[in-house]
């Protein structure tokens, strides 16, 4: 069973709408780490925010806001007023910690192309 | 300039010819990790190490080996190639969790 879900598998939108792009996650773990990256059409990775499990605040970084929700095992990403530079692929990512590491051994959802057309 | 470098960035090769990708990072950084991309399934993680000779394996070992004999470099081993390693290749490092992605290795194995 994926670990990490991302039931979207392409979403388009218009520029300035605002968008939500899902992530699920299962782990029996109570210290884990959930973590979203980008990777626009040039191909690079790129990380984007790591949360913990042990603190579910939301967290807002300009246009792009995280809502981490253990109750429903959830770990959304919103972009607001959405631009054309948006475009690319999100993953979202769980780690249930080694060694006192927020990484180690690392689970992928298979990403969600996100479209922002002109 | 911190970065991750990745060699080659493309390669072309045959079933059965043994093959390194070389990784090294300048960050000094513990944490470094292989995946692999592929359409429909997104990233999956090949092998990590949490430092010098630690390695362990991720999602998709099969058909790999690493190696961490220093902590700049941490290369990615093919012994014997098959077409269904015909991937894109990230290497990555990291000291705490801001991961640093190579620019990808795009390996086709024929």
């Known amino acids: 069973a994926q670990k990490v879900t991302q039931a979207q598998t392409e979403i388009s939108v218009v520029e300035k709408e605002d968008v939500t792009l899902d992530c699920v996650y299962e782990?029996?773990?109570?210290?884990?780490?959930l973590f979203w990256y980008k990777q626009p059409p040039s191909g690079e990775l790129v990380f984007l925010i790591r949360r913990n499990s042990f603190d579910e605040q939301n967290e807002i970084s300009g246009r792009y806001s995280w809502n981490f929700q253990k109750s429903t095992s959830s770990f959304n990403f919103t972009i607001t007023a959405s631009q054309v530079v948006d475009s690319a692929v999100y993953f979202c990512?769980?780690?249930?910690?080694?060694?006192?590491?927020?990484?180690?051994?690392?689970?992928f959802g298979r990403g969600t192309q996100l479209t922002v057309w002109p | 300039e911190a970065q991750v470098t990745q060699n080659p960035r493309y390669l072309i090769t045959v079933t059965g010819k043994k093959l390194t990708v070389t990784c090294s990072q300048n960050?000094?950084?513990?944490?470094m990790s292989w995946y692999r991309q592929d359409p429909g399934l997104g990233l999956r993680q090949i092998y990590y190490s949490m430092n010098v000779e630690v390695t362990d394996k991720g999602d998709v070992p099969e058909g790999y080996k690493v190696s961490r004999k220093e902590k700049r470099n941490f290369p990615l081993i093919l012994e014997s190639p098959s077409p269904n390693q015909t991937s894109l290749y990230f290497c990555a490092s990291s000291r705490r969790d801001t991961q640093y992605f190579g620019p990808g290795t795009r390996l086709t194995v024929l």
């Open positions: 782990t029996r773990d109570t210290t884990y780490y």
């Open positions: 960050m000094n950084h513990e944490y």
């Open positions: 990512a769980l780690s249930e910690g080694l060694r006192g590491s927020t990484l180690g051994r690392l689970y």
